[in-house]
C-alpha cells in the first residue's frame, strides 16, 4: 500500500493507493473489480463503491463521512 499526499482541501483526510504486489490485500477487503473505493472510519470499513466516478461524486461521498 502507497500512501498518497494529504489533501489539500482537507488536511485530516488520508488517501492510499494498492498495487498489484499487495494482492492480499483487495482480498482482505472483497474487492473484485477496479476501480474500487473502500472509505475506512476509525479503522472500519465504512462504505465500499466499486466503478468509475467524477472527482464530484468521490469527494460528496466521502465528505459524507466525515
Known amino acids: ?3 498518497l499526499p494529504r ?3 482537507n488536511p485530516q483526510r ?3 493507493a494498492v498495487s498489484n504486489q499487495h494482492s492480499a ?3 482482505k477487503f472483497g474487492v ?4 474500487t473505493l473502500i472509505i475506512f472510519k476509525n479503522g472500519v470499513v465504512a462504505q465500499t463503491k466499486v466503478g468509475g466516478l467524477s472527482k464530484a461524486q468521490i469527494t460528496a461521498l466521502v465528505d459524507s463521512h466525515v
Do not use: K, L
Open 32 to 35: 473484485r473489480g477496479i476501480p
Open 14 to 16: 488520508s488517501e492510499a
Open 1 to 3: 500500500m502507497r500512501r
Open 7 to 9: 489533501s489539500r482541501e
Open 25 to 27: 490485500t483487495p482480498a
